[in-house]
């Protein structure tokens, strides 16, 4: 009598390994995608935090309450990246949703009922460096805040 011995793995087991390596790969790609969307969210808050900051500098600058130009919103939201004072406030230019391929467009604008990514805008009311008010929108829960829309004002309080 002859015995055979094979060496090798068979068909099945090689199966079974591929396709415990797509499952541990399709977790990583979902952990990852996570993990991009929280990093957008701490720019974001980055962001918001330092335009919040250049409006509280500059209320404190000169006697007068300082009115925003070139983006103050009376009738409808604006967008902080075309405000052109006062002060250090024309440098809102530079910040932009992480999200949003055209932040100039004003269709991509926060909204009081945008439902998500949108651009940083200033809030109708915003027309002072005292009382401006900007939106943004979180993807994920991150810092003790929700995710969607959000506010904040010249004291950093964010609602």
């Not at 541990?24 to 990852?32: D, H, R």
């Not at 440098?91 to 391929?101: L, Y």
């Not at 604008?109 to 990514?117: E, N, T, W, Y």
């Amino acid at each position: 009598m002859h015995i055979t011995n094979y060496k090798g793995f068979t068909l099945i087991e090689l199966l079974v390994v591929i396709s415990i390596i797509g499952i541990l790969s399709s977790l990583v790609v979902v952990s990852l995608n996570d993990a991009r969307a929280k990093a957008r969210d701490a720019r974001r808050l980055s962001d918001i935090r330092q335009m919040a900051n250049v409006f509280a500098i500059e209320a404190t600058q000169g006697a007068d309450v300082a009115e925003i130009t070139g983006c103050s919103a009376t009738t409808v939201e604006k967008n902080t990246r075309s405000c052109t004072g006062p002060g250090n406030v024309a440098e809102f230019n530079r910040f932009s949703d992480p999200s949003i391929p055209t932040p100039d467009d004003n269709n991509t604008l926060c909204r009081p009922a945008s439902s998500g990514v949108c651009e940083y805008s200033l809030a109708i009311g915003s027309t002072n460096v005292e009382n401006a008010l900007i939106l943004f929108y979180l993807e994920t829960d991150i810092a003790g805040l929700n995710s969607g829309l959000h506010s904040i004002d010249p004291d950093g309080v964010v609602n």
